[in-house]
């Protein structure tokens, strides 16, 4: 398997939860004179969205990140973006984290699935970066960060073979396998149908490098084609318009990765008809694994690479509800099948002296420029949030 | 029948496994391949003969170990790995007395698929090909030391899947073609514009000249293979 998927993953799943959060927070907005305590104006939305980017593009963690490794398993993935939703003002249940991380995986897969060439992914993650440095363009600094990444990426990425992008396409399906959550943007759009498959279309532009199929040519032992058959092919397919762009700024043709959402489309996942297509799938092992301390230990350096900031006075109203109502919140967590519960992983960073000492050492060279917030001691503060994971 | 991989619950997915059943001249054996080696059984799954764990090496820092592309040349098995090393298995009659007779080093990508046929009795005719993710294609004659008579170069698209019929190469390429080789002079004599996705892979019906090709634009192919009655080179047509 390909061990330069996690950089992939991480920055479309998170282009993905930035969307959906964008979309919801302005779904939620309330004028600044007239909003309440407890209710989101415009500048909190992007006071998040800058805290959210600005963690997640974090120097360090992005060092970390791209370093050639295995992928991250499932849990180990989402308690990721668990935190990662968690850097700002914002607070999310349990149900609307949930939800939030099915549509995120479920955009992604689907973009995966639908990529012309496995190189497209690359293109995928541009559009994601893009849109990413649509929603900061008051923040240099940050901007700059993300500039940053995209030139490790396209550094690494750029060069890289036919052959070594469908391993990366691979390790990607794989990690998406068996994962059948409806959505419903998907649904009334036609691409998912109503088992939770993706429809693959048989009709459009041919990826970049590929042939419009009907054409058989036969040569002679010199290398001159002697004959030409055409043959009705099935689908309905025209020749690629031009390759997509990996420049800093460029037209990336590929429409997949753009922001899917608008204001007026709530999204909404279905929860009890999925549950029935988990039946036969194979249940996650509970019994201890030695690979999992190694993975936690990875995870947790990680982890140390974020910034997190947390509010020392009491917790305020600041809740996202990824759900229409409350209601639905609360009901969707009752409901939610035992099956599809992610099972955040806990990382106690109090135990291990050593890995303490290295993460409070890294905490200990980041700048928290909003002074407003902080509170007495970085490395007990971030302990302290560990534990409460 | 077989364990299923119990080591990993947590892992992020199964890596690659193949199957293969490889006949041999007195004996059947079932191939294994994963990330954690190469492993042989007797063909009613009920011993294992052979664990061969591959060697990471330098490999780790890149790239993970796999093992890809099983097939069975006269006593010999011949398995792929991600280096684009060729391990080949002396098989004896019967019994677990299996070793590694040789390891071919002409590839410097993964190796994506193998396919061999029966040899046709003469001297130096190709009954073995492996195919790699760069598209370079080797062809080879099966022996206690496996001699190379050709290459076919890659160009730029991975070759995913390969058969060998009657002296004829066919390969399925990541951009959708399939080509048709002479396997003794390696040139091309059939190219189909056949699929507008990545071929997955190719199947051969030996007794009829039926070749198959999937691909991920969700489209099964059948075409009738053929020789020209003018010139004996190889033709294709479309069946399905």
Known sequence: MSMRTLPLLFLNLGGEMLYILDQRLRAQNIPGDKARKDEWTEVDRKRVMNDIISTMFNQKFMDELFKPQELYSKKALRTVYDRLAHASIMRLNQASMDKLYDLMTMAFKYQVLLCPRPKDVLLVTLNHLDAIKGLIQDSPTILHQVDKTFRQLTDIYGGLSA??????????????????????????????????????????????????????????????????????????????????????????????????????????????????????????????????????????????????????????????????????????????????????????????????????????????????????????????????? | MVAADSERPNASGVSELLIHWCVLPFRVLLVLTSHRGIQMYESDGSVMVYWHALDAGDASLVQAAFARGIAASGHYVCVGTWSGQVLVFDIPTKGPNIVLSEELARHQTPISDIATEPAQGQDCVADTVTADDSGLLCVWRSGPKFKLLTQIPGFGVPCSSVQLWQGTIAAGYGNGQVRLYEASTGTVHVQIDAHARAICALDLAPEVGKLLSAAEDTFVHIWKLSRSPEDGYIEAAPLL
């Open chain 1, 163 to 389: 052959g070594e992008f469908q391993l990366i396409r691979q390790t990607l399906l794989i990690f998406f396998q068996d994962l059948h959550i409806r959505v419903s943007i998907f649904l009334k759009d036609k691409v998912q149908n109503s088992s939770g498959r993706f429809v693959l279309p048989v009709s459009g532009p041919v990826p970049w490098g590929t042939e419009v199929p009907g054409l058989i040519r036969t040569f002679n032992n010199k290398g001159k084609e002697v004959k030409r058959t055409e043959f009705k092919h099935g689908g309905s397919y025209v020749a690629a318009p031009k390759e997509g762009s990996l420049e800093l700024y460029g037209d990336r043709v590929l429409k997949l990765g753009t922001n899917m959402y608008s204001v007026n489309r709530p999204v909404e996942t279905h929860m009890s008809a999925a549950s029935k297509n988990l039946a036969s799938q194979t249940q996650e092992s509970i019994v201890p694994n030695p690979l999992a301390k190694e993975e936690l230990n990875l995870l947790a350096r990680l982890i140390g690479g974020m910034e997190i900031q947390k509010p020392s006075g009491p917790e305020p109203g600041f809740r996202l509800n990824l759900f229409t109502t409350d209601e639905e919140e609360e009901q969707a967590a009752l409901t939610r099948p035992e099956e599809l519960s992610y099972k955040v992983i806990n990382i106690q960073a109090t135990q291990d002296q050593q890995t303490n000492q290295e993460l409070v050492r890294i905490m200990g060279e980041f700048e928290i420029t909003d002074q407003s917030r902080q509170s007495s001691s970085k490395g007990d503060d971030w302990l302290a949030m560990m534990d409460e994971l």
